[in-house]
Antibody, heavy 125, light 106 residues
Framework: EVQLLQSGGGLAQPGGSLRLSCAASGFTFGNFAMSWVRQAPGKRLEWVSAISNKGDSTYYTDSVKGRFTFSRDNSKNTLFLQMNNLRAEDTAIYFC??????????????????WGQGSLVTVSS | DIQMTQSPSTLSASVGDRVTITCRASQSISSWLAWYQQKPGKAPKLLIDKASSLQSGVPSRFSGSGSGTEFTLTISSLQPDDFGTYYCQQYYTYVTFGQGTKVEIK
């Protein structure tokens, strides 16, 4: 059974940092791309970041470029999202999600077939 | 960016009703579209991929159709467990989601 177990998140002040983790099991982790998707209160889902199966290719939505870093440790079946210089508009539930492919091919990407339970990130003073 | 627009935003229907949700893309995405169901406080669940491919374990009352810029998700006979918010997602050019359609049971 595929499982994505998230940890991290919480409350941070504007300009602060948080790190999210996502531990995967039930599939060959190193064979699949992964993504982070967030959902602000009352808003639609937003694709935030993606990483290829080997971790050698990453994508970031414009609003988080230079502030967020997505990495993976294939030896530990774990993802990490380091979020720095947080802003109020980063407040959302963050989901890690598995792709059915190894990576995007150029801009052609993928659906997301399994999701973590979500981690709440609140940025407020 | 490719914009995804769903209609309606909310619908209320009775058990047994046929329900249709529409998703329109701002440009052609071929058949590179997925549908998700999200229940309150839970993660989205993939229902349909490549516009019409039903995921394993998803009830056959769910179906998807369309290509290019217009797509539909149909629930042939609405069941009590089908409440929630449904999202379309394109992946032809990166990934973007529709704004969601909330389905309520009358």
């Amino acid at each position: 059974e595929v499982q994505l177990l998230q940890s991290g998140g919480g409350l941070a002040q504007p300009g602060g940092s948080l790190r999210l983790s996502c531990a995967a099991s039930g599939f060959t982790f190193g064979n699949f791309a992964m993504s982070w998707v967030r959902q602000a209160p009352g808003k639609r889902l937003e694709w935030v970041s993606a990483i290829s199966n080997k971790g050698d290719s990453t994508y970031y939505t414009d609003s988080v470029k230079g502030r967020f870093t997505f990495s993976r440790d294939n030896s530990k079946n774990t993802l990490f999202l380091q979020m720095n210089n947080l802003r109020a508009e980063d407040t959302a539930i963050y989901f890690c999600a598995k792709a059915p492919r190894i990576s995007c091919t150029g801009a052609f990407c993928y659906s997301l077939d399994y999701w973590g339970q979500g981690s709440l990130v609140t940025v407020s003073s | 960016d490719i914009q995804m627009t769903q209609s309606p935003s909310t619908l209320s229907a009775s058990v047994g009703d046929r329900v249709t949700i529409t998703c329109r893309a701002s440009q052609s995405i071929s058949s590179w579209l997925a549908w998700y169901q999200q229940k309150p406080g839970k993660a989205p669940k993939l229902l349909i991929d490549k516009a019409s491919s039903l995921q394993s374990g998803v009830p056959s009352r769910f179906s998807g159709s369309g290509s290019g810029t217009e797509f539909t998700l149909t629930i042939s006979s609405l069941q009590p467990d089908d409440f929630g918010t449904y999202y379309c997602q394109q992946y032809y050019t990166y990934v973007t989601f529709g704004q969601g359609t909330k389905v309520e049971i009358k």
